[in-house]
């Protein structure tokens, strides 16, 4: 198993920057796949980002890419979700979820992550 525990986020301007980090326990990390979820009230969880365990290949929907940068450091068991131009909708608390695979196609649905964190908020306003 693999514990997850994400930091970074908080209350931005919009247009300003963010980064997440989510740092992982154990000493696999670099077996897992790594993907960024968020949550707005009242909304369901999306995707936002995810990694291969090498950090070679990436994915992500059309709302965020172009602002997003998703990234590991497989030394230092952490994935950063760097999000720049952020606007009000991207208001939502961002979790960090983790995926034992190698190889295949990443995963971008809930369900394809059995591990997450508790999640770390952030708000922009306008």
């Known amino acids: 198993q693999v514990q997850l525990v994400e930091s970074g986020g908080g209350l931005v301007q919009a247009g300003g920057s963010l980064r997440l980090s989510c740092t992982a326990s154990?000493?696999?990390?670099?077996?897992?796949?790594m993907g960024w979820f968020r949550q707005a009230p009242g909304k369901e969880r999306e995707f936002v980002a995810a990694?291969?365990?090498?950090?070679?290949?990436?994915s992500y929907p059309d709302s965020v890419k172009g602002r997003c940068t998703i990234s590991r450091d497989n030394v230092k068991n952490t994935v950063y979700l760097q999000m720049n131009s952020l606007k009000p909708e991207d208001t939502a608390v961002y979790y960090c979820a983790a995926d034992r695979r190698i190889g295949g196609s990443l995963g971008v649905l809930e369900y394809e992550y059995p591990y997450w964190g508790q999640g770390t908020q952030v708000t922009v306003s306008s």
């Open positions: 154990g000493r696999t990390f670099s077996s897992y796949a």
């Open positions: 990694i291969n365990w090498s950090g070679v290949s990436t």
